[in-house]
Structure formats: C-alpha cells, structure tokens
T-cell receptor, first 112, second 115 residues
Framework: KQEVTQIPAALSVPEGENLVLNCSFTDSAIYNLQWFRQDPGKGLTSLLLIQSSQREQTSGRLNASLDKSSGRSTLYIAASQPGDSATYLCAVRGTGGFKTIFGAGTRLFVKA | DTGVSQNPRHKITKRGQNVTFRCDPISEHNRLYWYRQTLGQGPEFLTYFQNEAQLEKSRLLSDRFSAERPKGSFSTLEIQRTEQGDSAMYLC?????????????FGPGTRLTVL
C-alpha cells in the first residue's frame, strides 16, 4: 500500500530565503509525481509534474526532483516571497491504476 | 472560464439529509476524479471516471455515496443520509488521456458541513 509522507509539516522562513520541501513514498512503482499548491479554503493548483522516467522539472523559481529508487522527491523554491505562503502537497500516482495518493502537505509561511 | 468548476461552493445540511454536488471538468478532458479532504490532511481519492465509465472506486466510498457521469461530461456526487463525519471539502479534478502528461487539474471544491 502506497504511503506518502511530507516533511516538515510546517515551515516559517524570512522572505528571500531558498527552501526545500521533502516528499517520500513507500512504493517506487510510480507512474508520476505531482506537486500542488493549496491556499486556505481553496482548491489545488498544479505546480510541477514529474513522469517516472524523469529526474526533475523546473518552472520559474520552482524545481522538483525525483529519485524513484530512494522513494523521494524534493521541491526547491528559490528566493521565497510572501505570496508563496500556502500549503504544498505532493501526490503520487501508481502504475496499477489511476488512484492518486497525497501527502498531508507542508504549510509554508514566508515572512515579509 | 475554462477551468474545472464545482457547484455549490458551500453546502450546509442537517444530518440525515441527501446532498448532491456537481463537477464540470475542463472541456474535452475525458478523465474525472473525486476526492475528499478534511482539515489538515491531503485529499483522499474517492473515485475515477474515464468518459462515462466509473473505473475505480475507493473503499472510502460507502454505500451512501454514489457518483455518476452520464454523458461523459459533467459528474455528480451524491451522499445519502449524511452524517457529521461526512463534513469535508469535496474536490473534483480532470485530466486528458494522452495529454501531456496526464496532469490533473482541480476545481475549487465544495465544502460540506453536516450539522
């Protein structure tokens, strides 16, 4: 059974700092891994998706990496801004179907 | 607006009542997913449709829950005889078969409160 864990659960950083969010999963037989952002009381916004054959994806100040063998992904945010404050969720889709398993998220607060 | 839409955005109901939520996916997206999210947790998968066929269903989806996608476009999620434990955010997502690369796009969610 796939389990997804995100560490830390919460993070507070000053504006301008570079930071790394971690996601780990127990079953390496994945189809893809997707990072989302969720603002309070809102739906999810897709940030980056990494296919199982890929090692990383980049979009603007965001870079996501994937190491299937160790069951880990990281989301790197460069030069953080107060507008980056949100919950960041990692989601894994397995190879055996379309069920997607989410982590509980990392709540990020960037102080101005 | 070409994104995923959900209605209503908020629903307050009394225990024992039936409720129905609607999801309109992105046009031409043939895959549709329902999730439930409680406070402080990530979304939990409920069910998945490809066109009008319901292909996967979580054990979380008890007999009181039913989902349909009759014409392969919009979908409805009905909860019968609601319980206080059903209070949650219900999220819908859609994706495109063969799209690059089967990325899921989420709607704003329907927040259900059962009194």
């Amino acid at each position: 059974k796939q389990e997804v864990t995100q560490i830390p659960a919460a993070l507070s950083v000053p504006e301008g700092e570079n930071l790394v969010l971690n996601c780990s999963f127990t079953d390496s037989a994945i189809y893809n891994l997707q990072w989302f952002r969720q603002d309070p009381g809102k739906g999810l916004t897709s940030l980056l998706l990494i296919q199982s054959s890929q090692r990383e994806q980049t979009s603007g100040r965001l870079n996501a990496s994937l190491d299937k063998s160790s069951g880990r992904s990281t989301l790197y945010i460069a030069a953080s801004q107060p507008g980056d404050s949100a919950t960041y969720l990692c989601a894994v889709r397995g190879t055996g179907g379309f069920k997607t398993i989410f982590g509980a998220g990392t709540r990020l607060f960037v102080k101005a | 607006d070409t994104g995923v839409s959900q209605n209503p955005r908020h629903k307050i109901t009394k225990r024992g009542q039936n409720v129905t939520f609607r999801c309109d996916p992105i046009s031409e997206h043939n895959r549709l997913y329902w999730y439930r999210q409680t406070l402080g947790q990530g979304p939990e998968f409920l069910t998945y449709f490809q066109n009008e066929a319901q292909l996967e269903k979580s054990r979380l989806l008890s007999d009181r829950f039913s989902a349909e996608r009759p014409k392969g476009s919009f979908s409805t999620l009905e909860i019968q005889r609601t319980e206080q434990g059903d209070s949650a955010m219900y999220l819908c997502a859609s994706s495109l078969v063969g799209g690059p690369p089967n990325e899921q796009f989420f709607g704003p969610g329907t927040r259900l409160t059962v009194l």
